[in-house]
């Protein structure tokens, strides 16, 4: 991925079981999206907190699965094993009864390519599947990531569609990945070996199981004056998702056109927000439009473009070409048949620096040359409520410019929420959604 790769080295809900369908708000207005991010992580550490695990030193492993992905880099045959280890965990949460869940590691596991990049994998959550009775899909393709620097993963490309691999951006091919049993001797001769091998930085042992601590959630794995321990600034993965405009609702967007009928322009959210988030009583039908016209096209089967990618609970690609993941439930989603146009913003870590506390203005890039629009993410810490969220007073207004290609297409002036702060529509078409996911779930460990 050499334009991909390049930009970056040259400058570098569900979170919640069920938050798709409650519906993190990323694009409302800043207030209510601000309340939405504290509560998903309160309760996240709640979750994490009530968690009692099965010994003081952790979490105890005792079924295992053997997880083989066939990939090459160029030339060079990538071949990741993982020994993916379950164990049972008790939790109370407050107002419930003790209850179990099956929790799962390595979530996601890495290795070094001959060149010095990196080719990551996240694990699927099979350790609830009984894999003999219910095999998993010949054509499971689970989430991938691509790393410009080995030894530095503040910064990865996710594949998050089986196209992304035909790409001339892209760096990788997949071939398949296989799931069989395996048993404690397997999982403890990996240790010894492959495991040594995985480029994902590892904290403490009880840490990582207690406190379900790691490098891409941040908080706790760094010392305390690294901003990267700052509250919510965990990894996440970034991309918008292109949402058809359905026949009937073209002449309303088509409105707000500017002179000169631009490729790209700007739409303020109060235009748009009574449509996608159904406020105005008279438009309860508009989202329920949108879908429909996304799934008459074949492009956003089981997706909702309004919350979470569902990447991060370890189900695997939805492809187009069968079924590539691991949701048994056909009537909760299943993200992947969308294709994600990936996003960087200037305030993101490693490249953010202290300017950021007194510049007015910053900058959001969005990549769809030479096939980067056909199914990435770029993942990285937005650090925008260090920047710009002062710990008493509102979000210091800032001038977003968003580009497309290196092309400025508009800047959207004193907005007080994270970039953008206007939706991107192309031509009368599309509406750009953002639609992400954290590098972290709450039954997942790194070991």
């Known amino acids: ?86 164990g049972s965990q008790t939790r109370r949460i407050p107002g419930e009864g003790r209850s179990a869940q099956a929790i799962w590691a390595p979530y996601i596991y890495g290795v070094r390519t001959k060149n010095g990049e990196g080719v990551l994998v996240q ?13 998993v899909p010949a054509d499971f393709l689970p989430v991938v990531f691509w790393a410009p620097d080995a030894g530095n993963l503040e910064f990865l490309v996710a594949y998050l ?60 794995f760094f010392p305390k004056e690294d901003p990267r321990s ?23 967007i088509r409105a707000q056109w500017p002179p000169g009928r631009p490729h790209y322009w700007l739409l303020a959210w109060s235009t748009v927000r009574p449509i996608v988030f159904e406020e105005n009583p008279d438009a309860t039908q508009y989202w329920k439009r949108f879908l429909a016209e996304a799934r008459r096209r074949g492009v956003l089967d089981r997706e909702e473009p309004r919350g979470l990618a569902t ?13 590539g993941h691991i949701e048994r439930n056909p009537e909760l989603l299943a993200s992947g048949q969308g294709l994600r146009i990936p996003v960087r913003v200037e305030t993101g870590f490693p490249w953010a620096t202290d300017r950021m506390k007194i510049q007015g203005s910053f900058d959001l890039h969005a990549d769809t040359a030479n096939g980067a629009d056909q199914g990435f993410a770029y993942c990285y810490r937005d650090m925008f409520g260090y920047y710009f969220q002062p710990p008493i007073g509102e979000i210091r207004a800032s001038d977003h410019r968003i580009f497309i290609d290196g092309k400025l297409i508009g800047i959207w002036p004193g907005a007080k929420s994270m970039a953008p702060g206007a939706v991107i529509v192309e031509r009368d078409e599309y509406l750009w959604l953002k639609n992400d996911f954290p590098l972290t779930h709450e039954l997942a460990r790194m070991q």
């Open 161 to 220: 569609h089986e196209r992304a691999y035909e790409q001339p951006v892209s760096k990788l091919k997949f071939h398949r990945a296989t799931i069989t049993e395996a048993t404690e001797a397997d999982y403890k001769a990996w240790r010894e070996t492959r495991w040594k091998d995985n480029i994902v930085p590892i904290g403490d042992r009880r840490d990582d199981h207690i406190n379900g601590w790691s490098y891409f959630r941040g908080e706790g």
């Open 230 to 252: 700052k509250l919510l600034l965990r990894m996440s993965c970034y991309s918008f998702l292109r949402v058809p405009i359905p026949s009937d609702l073209q002449e309303l």
């Open 311 to 323: 990447f991060y609970e370890g189900k695997g690609v939805n492809r187009n070409s069968g079924v």
């Open 123 to 135: 694990s699927p959550n099979v350790c609830d599947r009984d894999i003999v009775k219910e095999p």
């Open 1 to 86: 991925m050499a334009m991909v790769g390049g930009i970056l080295i040259a400058a570098w809900r569900r979170a919640l079981r069920g938050s798709n369908r409650c519906g993190f708000l990323h694009t409302v207005e800043s207030t209510c999206k601000r309340a939405m991010l504290v509560i998903v992580t309160l309760v996240l550490a709640t979750a994490l907190a009530s968690c009692q695990p099965a010994t003081s030193e952790g979490i105890k492993f005792s079924w295992f699965y053997r997880f083989n992905v066939e990939l090459s880099h160029g030339d060079e045959p990538i071949n990741i094993e993982i020994i993916i280890a379950c």
